[in-house]
């Protein structure tokens, strides 16, 4: 047998171990402890949180503190539960401009990335303003785009996608700018086209840098949402869970307040959820940070 | 200079007349002062199995991709005798290149990556998939075609590059090393099936080693090359008829080229040591 021969015997036992592992009746030790593993991983936190939630309830029932200071987690279920339509359709305000922000942000991060790898001189004149917008508080501008945009909820959408914009743009540039020098000769070898060039080669390789930076922006963009729903105040007609708070604070229904913090913290967490979980499957096939190692 | 006596010295090989590529005085000096490559002149005939041969930074990776057209140079030309509508576009169509790394796209498959010439030049997954497993069969990695390149050794991510050159049937191959990180049975098997390759199609082959046996075993012709500053200090040509098989390997011509390509090759190591 050739050492070539060989290898492709070994790459056909590899494949059929591969397949066994699914049909194995009695599995390893070393599977059976990441089973187990698995499960860990899973019920730690969940039985953190109970413990929390218990320890936050015997507290205030022991010192019996008043509910408008600290209300008891029963008393922010029974919130949650009594203002469901309002807190729903504010959630759903919230959620609609992130989202739109976040989708704006993508595009526009994505296409402007793309037309300042094209050439340096587009980049010169470009870049700093994006630099410029990302380092400016935007409660400080939000004043102004409030006077100048017809709708709260416009002036909103625009601060959550001037937030949720760099990231995506800066990070896209980076892996649009890191192709392989040794690829791109052999696609100029190939004679590729520009266009060729960017759909085979820049785009697949900046993929990995782009959804990290997806992952940052939709973070940022739900912030962004609330914090120029802040800025807009009570006096906008927004109707957005930050606006509820405000609400809430003002006639001291803290359990409500606490309803509605919750709900943020739940939308923040599903965002990074959704994020990691589109990363995780359009990189797991190749990508260093996706795959799992075995060795 | 004796590299420009041996420039315009008859070709020694079975060549034909005009030399496909030709180098005149060629130089390159990086932007951080590192002479690579000082007045090189070199004639490539066609169907010639060229090696060049040379310590480790002498500029022999350097030669090559300019061969290829990539990247300047900082004086010299080079021109292209032998194609027939001289345009450096046309020519480059037809060149296949083996980078030093196996230079493969993460992302893709080791069937999209060996595709990816053809796909460039808008042949189809379908239409392309006959040629992209005979190019694997060469390597011997059909097995692999849907395994990605992060599931393979090194060698056999090399051997995938290699199938990548060699699936647009270049009428010019440049290789950078290779076979570096193969085995030695694997190495002689592919050394056999590129000879066989280049017989069969009437390639021309310039192929960069650090191995005088490899190169005495492949080569109508050696270049040796010296670094600091990159330049060519000796040619030979092996004489030994093709085809070329395991015996080769054994006989006492092989051993008496060895010899006289190891000889060489030491003086240039001294001749750049003493700058
Ligand atoms: N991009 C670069 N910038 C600056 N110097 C470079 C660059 N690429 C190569 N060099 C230098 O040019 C010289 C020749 O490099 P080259 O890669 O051609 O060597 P080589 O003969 O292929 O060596 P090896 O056998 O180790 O691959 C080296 O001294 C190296 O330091
Ligand atoms: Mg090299």
């Known amino acids: ?295 | 200079m004796n590299t420009a006596a041996i420039a315009t010295a008859p070709d020694p090989t079975t060549a034909s007349h005009a030399p496909l590529v030709s180098l005149r005085g060629v130089s390159k000096t990086f932007s951080n002062g590192t002479v690579a490559l000082q007045n090189m002149s070199l004639d490539i005939g066609e169907r010639e199995f060229v090696s060049l041969l040379g310590p480790s930074g002498c500029g022999k990776s350097t030669a090559l991709r300019i061969i290829a057209g990539l990247g300047d140079t900082t004086s010299g030309t080079i021109t292209w005798p032998g194609v027939r509508d001289d345009t450096t576009a046309k020519s480059r169509h037809e060149i296949g290149f083996v980078f030093q790394e196996p230079t493969l796209m993460p992302w893709a498959t080791v069937f999209n990556n060996v595709w990816l010439p053809l796909r460039l030049r808008g042949v189809s997954r379908s239409a392309a998939r006959g040629d992209v497993m005979e190019a694997l069969g060469m390597v011997g990695l059909e097995k692999f075609a849907d395994s990605y390149p992060r599931e393979l050794s090194g060698g056999m991510k090399m051997r995938v590059s290699i199938a990548r050159a060699l699936i647009t049937r270049p009428k010019l191959l440049l290789m950078d090393e290779p076979f570096a990180a193969l085995d030695e049975i694997t190495r002689f098997k592919l050394n056999n099936d590129l000879l066989h390759l280049w017989e069969k199609f009437g390639w021309t082959v310039i192929f960069v080693t650090h191995s005088v046996f490899e190169s005495v075993y492949l080569s109508s012709r050696i270049v040796v090359m010296a670094s600091r500053p990159g330049r060519v200090i000796d040619e030979l040509a092996i004489d030994a008829p093709y085809p070329r098989e395991e015996e080769f390997r054994t006989s006492s011509i092989y051993n008496e080229y060895c010899r006289k390509t190891s000889d060489a090759l030491h003086a240039a190591m001294e001749g750049s040591e003493h700058r």
């Open chain 1, 1 to 295: 047998m050739t050492a070539v021969e060989a290898e492709k015997h070994e790459g056909e036992m590899a494949r059929t171990s591969v397949q066994d592992l699914s049909t194995d009746e009695a599995p390893r030790p070393a599977e059976a402890g990441s089973a187990t593993g698995r499960w860990l991983r899973f019920l730690i936190p969940v039985l953190m949180l109970v413990g929390l939630i218990v320890v936050w309830q015997v507290y205030v029932m022991v010192y019996d503190v008043p509910h408008y200071i600290l209300p008891s987690p029963v008393r922010v279920a029974q919130a949650l539960a009594a203002d469901w339509p309002v807190l729903l359709s504010a959630l759903w305000v919230t959620l609609t401009i992130t989202l739109k922000a976040l989708v704006i942000a993508l595009v526009g991060g994505v296409a402007l990335a793309i037309l300042m790898a094209q050439s340096k001189w587009i980049e010169l004149a470009l870049y700093p303003y994006a630099v410029i917008l990302q380092v400016t508080p935007v409660v400080a501008i939000a004043p102004l785009i409030l006077i100048y945009t017809p709708t709260t909820q416009a002036a909103i959408l625009i601060c959550a996608w001037i937030v949720a914009f760099f990231p995506v743009l800066s990070n896209t540039t980076q892996g649009l700018r890191s192709t392989d020098h040794n690829l791109l000769n052999l696609f100029e070898l190939y004679r590729a086209s520009r266009w060729q060039t960017l759909i085979f080669l820049q785009l697949p390789n900046a993929l990995p840098y782009f959804l990290a930076g997806l992952r940052i922006a939709g973070g940022l963009a739900l912030i962004a949402a609330v914090v120029g729903e802040f800025a807009a105040g009570t006096a906008g007609a927004g109707s957005g869970l930050a606006f509820r708070l405000l609400e809430s604070q003002y006639r001291l229904n803290i359990p409500r307040l606490f309803g509605a913090l919750i709900l943020l913290s739940l939308t923040g967490v599903l965002i990074f959820a959704a994020t990691s979980l589109v990363s995780h499957l359009l990189l797991r096939k190749w990508h260093e940070s996706a795959v799992r190692r075995e060795n």
